[in-house]
């Protein structure tokens, strides 16, 4: 596991916390995959309700607050695939 995966890790389980409303899957582009759901975040690559998907860079702006996640999407840098309003949550609980 890398070590960008294990420090986004660590920072999604400060900002959600357990997430209670589904099962997301975050993935950055050339680094790995990272579950989040009601246990909290670690990494893995199953299925989920809603994949994110960024590079390093757009994911880490995400985390540190640099990057609007709605301004994100709008632009191309991050996709999301499944349930949107389950991504609109992650990002409200983000920002």
Do not use: C, H, Q
């Not at 986004?8 to 579950?35: P, Q, R």
């Not at 995400?62 to 994100?72: E, F, R």
Request: charged letters at 20%; aromatic letters at 4%; zero cysteines.
């Amino acid at each position: 596991m890398s070590n960008v995966i294990d420090s986004a890790v660590v920072a999604l389980n400060e900002k959600l916390g357990a997430f209670s409303d589904g099962t997301a899957k975050f993935v950055i582009k050339d680094e790995g995959a990272i579950m989040v759901d009601a246990g909290g975040a670690r990494a893995g690559d199953d299925e989920a309700d809603v994949t994110l998907t960024a590079s390093r860079e757009t994911f880490e702006g995400l985390l540190d607050g640099s990057v609007n996640p709605t301004m994100a999407y709008m632009t191309g840098k991050l996709a999301v695939d499944g349930n949107i309003g389950l991504a609109m949550k992650l990002g409200s609980a983000l920002s």
